[in-house]
C-alpha cells in the first residue's frame, strides 16, 4: 500500500460526458502528479500541482484540468469525452520536487462508451 | 522532460532464464529511478541510481548507472513469474517528469 488513495476504482461514461476523478496523496507529500496510461502505452504526464500550485504541465489536453486544494488531494476534471480518453489514470505523489520518489495511487479505470 | 529509450519494449523468457533491459538517453542524467509495474497494478518505486558507474543490488536484480550517466539497466538472474510484470526506467534531473515506455518482461513457467 502505497498510501495514495484514488476514487472511483472504475468508472464508466458515455462520450460527451464530463468525470472527475480524485487524488489524496501521501501523509505530508505536497506534490502531486496525474498521468495517463493507455492499453499498451506508457505513462504519459499530464500535470503536476505543488502545495496548491501547478508546477508543471505536460500533455494535458484543454478538455482536461486539475486543482489542488489546501488539504493537498487533488482532482483531475475530463470534459466532453472522447473514446480515446479510455484509459488508467493514475495519481502520484512525492515529497517535493518533481525529482523525487513517486508513490503511485490504485489508479482509476475509466471507459468512455 | 528528459527523453530515454528503453529497449526491448517485450521480453519473453522461460522461467530461470535471465533478463536484461536496458534504458538510453542522449544526455547526461543527474539520476535515475526504476519503477515496476505488475499487470493489473500500479507502478512501484525500485530504486534510484546517483552516481556514475554505481551497481545496486536487491535480490536477483542489479541495477547499473553508466560510467557516462546516459544509460542505465536492469537484469535479473533467473526470473520467476514472480517478475512479470513492467518495468520502467524515469530518469532525473527534468522538472518534467518522464518515464520510458517500459519493457514488459513475459515469464514462461
Known amino acids: 500500500d502505497s498510501g495514495v488513495t484514488q476514487t472511483p476504482k472504475h468508472l464508466i461514461t458515455a462520450t460527451g460526458q464530463r468525470v472527475t476523478l480524485r487524488c489524496s496523496p501521501r501523509?505530508?507529500?505536497?506534490?502531486v502528479y496525474w498521468y495517463q496510461q493507455s492499453l499498451d502505452q506508457g505513462l504519459q504526464f499530464l500535470i503536476q500541482?505543488?502545495?496548491?500550485?501547478?508546477?508543471a504541465k505536460g500533455n494535458i489536453l484543454e478538455r482536461f484540468s486539475a486543482q489542488q486544494f489546501p488539504d493537498l488531494h487533488s482532482e483531475l476534471n475530463l470534459s466532453s469525452l472522447e473514446l480515446g480518453d479510455s484509459a488508467l489514470y493514475f495519481c502520484a505523489s512525492s515529497s517535493e520536487g518533481s525529482t523525487d520518489t513517486q508513490y503511485f495511487g490504485p489508479g482509476t479505470r475509466l471507459t468512455v462508451l | 522532460g528528459q527523453q530515454v529509450m528503453q529497449i526491448p519494449q517485450y521480453q519473453h523468457v522461460q522461467e530461470g532464464e535471465d533478463f536484461t533491459t536496458y534504458c538510453n538517453s542522449s544526455t547526461t542524467l543527474s539520476n535515475i529511478q526504476w519503477y515496476k509495474q505488475r499487470p493489473g497494478g500500479h507502478p512501484v518505486f525500485l530504486i534510484q541510481l546517483v552516481k556514475s558507474g554505481e551497481v545496486k543490488k536487491q535480490k536477483r536484480l542489479t541495477f547499473q548507472f553508466g560510467e557516462a550517466k546516459k544509460n542505465s539497466s536492469l537484469h535479473i538472474t533467473a526470473t520467476q513469474t514472480t517478475d512479470v510484470g513492467t518495468y520502467f526506467c524515469r530518469p532525473g534531473g527534468s522538472y518534467i517528469p518522464t518515464f520510458g515506455r517500459g519493457t514488459s518482461l513475459i515469464v514462461h513457467p
Open positions: 501523509s505530508g507529500d505536497l506534490s
Open positions: 500541482y505543488y502545495n496548491g500550485e501547478e508546477r
